[in-house]
């Protein structure tokens, strides 16, 4: 058996879904989050060996699964570096985990959700999709309502998002199956205005929960996969510029918030926006922007959250309404927000800008208006973000008699995010050629090679 024969990525879906049936009922907080630690450190292992297997064999060699011969999971130039980057996500968040959050700690709903994601982004077939798609909006139900907290926000958008994607899938002609899907990919990426379920989902789940299940952007995948290749020129367009104005609306919203976890949901729903954004304008460019930034924003986004949830680990929830000077006692949290931040809109030297500066090159040249509009609203999440920094870190110096550092573990996770996003800053050549290829082979499916 050699390294490519091994099925990594089969095994990477396998584990944390192995895990969540044995740990999900440990009653020892501890215990559970030490079990859940090490299932979500083999699952990384092999994420990382799936990704690096295929590159080894970019024909996806012994990575491909056959079931009735058929191809249930196989890797590709795009989802290749998004399962390792999913399993690397869950990872850190696990291990960030402070010990008063491991008493409200999911283990068997995060290690359920991270096997179902993986799973998601490691197949093409549309019903399987669509299917784990669905069962996917499953985890944030279950943890609103073991902690007593109002589902019909999110009930009935799910609800929406799914009848639209099966109905879309079963739909007979092209035209309809296309609108019916891209109006799926509305709801569940919060586009204005469905959007009420994210910032339900961020206001009532766990934090950890919430930033696992909006970070990995689903919807995008859901949109290349399913949009991209076969949709007409004018539902592109459409879902473009609900995507434009929905970037706006949610950056102007952040900018004003009273809550730091309502100003999270609104900064990444327009960052999220931003990226969909690209799929509008389909040429090479604009494209690898838009694949770039969803990396990005997946790292920088996942990083500014875990900043937040370990300031309310701290401090419990905490109010944007005055200065709360918190630097003098949590400086790695300060440094860790502002990086974060930055690199979310696309900061010199981070992860983010040079995909930033490939999305806008490649909207100016096609329709300059795009370009200016996807600017403004990266401006005014700039804004946002500067804004809440210095509500959270300076002014009035704030006292406290025990210690406010954060610890190891959570300063490993944030460094490890923060090495990421100014090491792919610095030398951003490998992750923008494997976007450029994901690009390259999203444009041929729709039959625009001629465009490379």
Known sequence: MTYQSIPWLEIAVL???????????????????????????????????????WEAAPDGGGAATRSLGATVFSLDALSAPLVALIALLHFLTVLSTTRTGMNRFPVFWLLAGE?????????????????????????????????????PVYVSHMGLFVALLLGGLAAPTGALSSVLVVGAVLVRSGTFPVHAWLTDVVENCSF?????????IAAMYAAVRLVLPTAPEWVLDGIGAASLVTAVYAAGLA?????????????????????????????????????????????????LGLTLRSLEARFGRVPLTDYRGLYAQSPALAVCFLLTGLAAVGFPATLGFVATELLV????????????????????????????YF??????????????NITLRERFALLTLAGIIIGGGLAPQLYIDSCYRAAGAILYDRGNASAF
């Open 361 to 388: 090159d490649g909207a100016v040249g096609v329709n300059p208006a795009v370009g200016f509009v996807a600017l403004f609203a990266t401006a005014l999440n700039g804004v946002a973000v500067m804004r809440v």
């Open 255 to 303: 900018a004003v918030q009273s809550d730091s976890r309502r100003f999270f949901a609104y900064l990444f729903l327009s960052l999220r926006s931003l990226v969909i954004v690209g799929l509008e304008l389909h040429t090479a460019i604009s494209l690898t922007g838009a694949l770039a930034l969803w990396v990005s924003v997946s790292l920088s986004a996942t990083g």
């Open 391 to 404: 509500l959270l870190f300076t002014g009035t110096r704030h006292t406290s008699g025990v210690s406010l």
């Open 115 to 151: 096997s179902l994601v993986l799973a998601l982004f490691g197949c093409t077939n549309p019903w399987v999709i669509g299917g784990l798609l669905a069962v996917g909006t499953l985890p944030p139900y279950f943890e609103l309502r073991s902690r007593g907290r109002p589902t």
């Open 208 to 216: 950890g929960t919430a930033i696992l299940h909006v970070t990995p």
């Open 15 to 53: 584990l944390p879904l192995t895990g969540a049936v044995l740990f999900g009922r440990i009653r020892d907080p501890l215990t559970a989050w030490r079990c859940c630690l090490f299932a979500a450190g083999a699952t990384l292992v092999c994420g990382v060996a799936s990704w690096v297997a």
